[in-house]
């Protein structure tokens, strides 16, 4: 049972957004915090996948020296294997050179004085050539990340999804710690700069290395600017931007990458072009304000006031002559003494419970979107289209999370995107061979749900956790999340044991933590927590309509 004086204290902020409602919801500070932030997320889209095109491997096969060979022999001097059901010539393996130069020196002709299944073949002991049809280069040609070091392709993505992995969990605490605005402008720095930097590297032990250190920023300046337009903007506005503004913002950086690919054929020059536009976003330190709801958990209200105040000014209203009462300052400053770090999500039982159901959720959801997402080069023979298909999906997927922030609940919504997100998986393999377009609409359907979800997911924990553990909270479950992205290029290799066995896990994983939903709390209609008492008064979905069962029951009683 809580304390009276720590009910009390809880209080003092329960009405942060009344407190600001003289601001209005959409004037002119509004707008441009709005907008502001809506475009420091775009080089997140292209950045998160330009794993994509980076990481394709080329058709290659083994470089043939310029010796003296026949015609029939150069031509013939690959061996075919079947490839999933097809001829190809082999990527491995060539006969070998010096048998290949005798037979051919002593005029035998392929296939008519030699049986070629007879021959001896070698690996690629001169390299590969690969083929320049749709790349002029990426790292898979140009570090030779093929055969026995193909496992070095998909290894490159999960030391990149690792740095995201440590960077969401550094900087979700650093947030809480030093102020929402400063990590958000750190982390775009950090991803500017060493996506530059990659454009120099001679091997790919460096490139990775670098590679690790750009992923630090890549999705933590999304969190950072998530929870900063979150605890600014109030109302139908914060919801907006939550699903809707976010996401879309990401989506049209996710859509400009193909553009920039496709004209931009040098994975090199590639890099260079994506690590320019970050240089535009410094100016705007002095156009985005700090969050005021942060201010105030740490006790600096002089601070928080003189941001209302400014946004009065620009919103040509009037502010009232004291902002925040002194009971409100007397709390701020005692709370700013408390510190608060990923343990106090651990402690408390139903705390605790929902943030290890918001990992495995989150984990899931994670794991899908960029299983489907870098499966998308196999969706069409023109990557560029593909990639494109691929991101254009996730405009209606944003469209529906911010209808269903809007109307729905919180929890009926999370369970009902994994459940419709899984089940076009379990039906894949299910689909014949020659419906190849039946494949590619279910995955796409599926892909669809599972976007609406992991959007509601950033909005949704917004909601739950506190104003002092908020962006501690999405920090951590964005780094469990992170784990899924890290294994999803790996997840895609399970097709060589089982052709169907990518979908199956990810299908299975849906069904799971759908299942696991239904014990979290709801946060539809409710004012954001500003103190941890706040977040443990949240129940869930089914114990709101239970209630509201019980008191339409008394009513008709009593009548």
Known sequence: MEEPCKEKNSLTMTNYDDTVAFLGQWGRFQRVVFFLLCASIVPNGFGAFTLVFLTDTPTHHCMVPD???????????IPTEV??????????????????????????????????????????????????????????SEFDLVCSDQWKQPFTSTVFFLGVLVGSFCSGQLSDRFGRKPVLFATMAVQTVFTFVQIFTASWTTFIIILFINGLGQISNYIAALVLGA????????????????????????????LFAYFLRDWRSLMLALSLPG?????????????????????????????????????????????????????????????HSVLDLLRKSNIRTTTLILCLVSFTMTTAYFGLSFNATQLHANPYISCFISAAVEVPAYISSWLALRYLPRQLSIIGTLLFGGLPLFLVQLVPQNLSNLTLALEMLGKYAITTGTAL???????????????????????????????????????????????????????????????????????????????????????????????????????
């Open 457 to 559: 997911m950033f909005a949704y924990t917004a909601e739950i956790y506190p104003t002092v553990l908020r962006n501690t909270a999405t920090g951590t479950w964005t780094t469990v999340s992170r784990l899924g992205s890290c294994i999803a290029p790996f997840l895609l290799k399970l097709r060589i044991y089982l052709e169907y066995l990518p979908y199956i896990t990810l299908g299975t994983l849906a069904v799971v933590s759908a299942f696991a939903a239904l014990f979290l709390p709801e946060s539809f209609g409710r004012p954001l927590p500003e103190t941890i008492q706040q977040m443990h008064k949240r129940k869930r979905y089914s114990d709101h309509t239970q209630t509201l069962g019980q008191r339409q029951n008394k009513i008709l009683i009593f009548k």
């Open 67 to 77: 010796v003296n060979l026949t015609k029939d022999w150069r031509e013939t001097i």
């Open 231 to 258: 605890e600014i903007l109030t109302g139908s506005v914060r919801v907006l931007y939550s699903s809707m503004g976010t996401c879309l913002s990401f989506a049209v950086g996710y859509m400009m990458l193909p």
């Open 83 to 140: 490839v999933n059901g097809k001829q190809e010539l082999s990527s491995c393996s060539r006969f070998r050179l010096d048998v290949v130069r005798n037979l051919s020196a002593r005029g035998f002709v392929p296939g008519r004085d030699v049986n070629l299944t007879d021959l001896e073949q070698e690996a690629c002991v001169d390299g590969w050539s690969y083929s320049t049809d749709v790349y002029q280069s990426t790292i898979v």
């Open 279 to 339: 240089l535009a976003y410094f100016p705007l330190w002095w156009f985005i304000p700090e969050s005021p709801r942060w201010l105030l958990s740490k006790g600096r209200v002089t601070e928080a006031e003189a941001i209302v105040r400014k946004a009065a000014k620009w919103n040509k209203v009037q502010a009232p002559a004291v902002i925040f009462r002194d009971d409100e300052v007397n709390e701020t400053k005692t709370r700013s003494k408390e510190h």
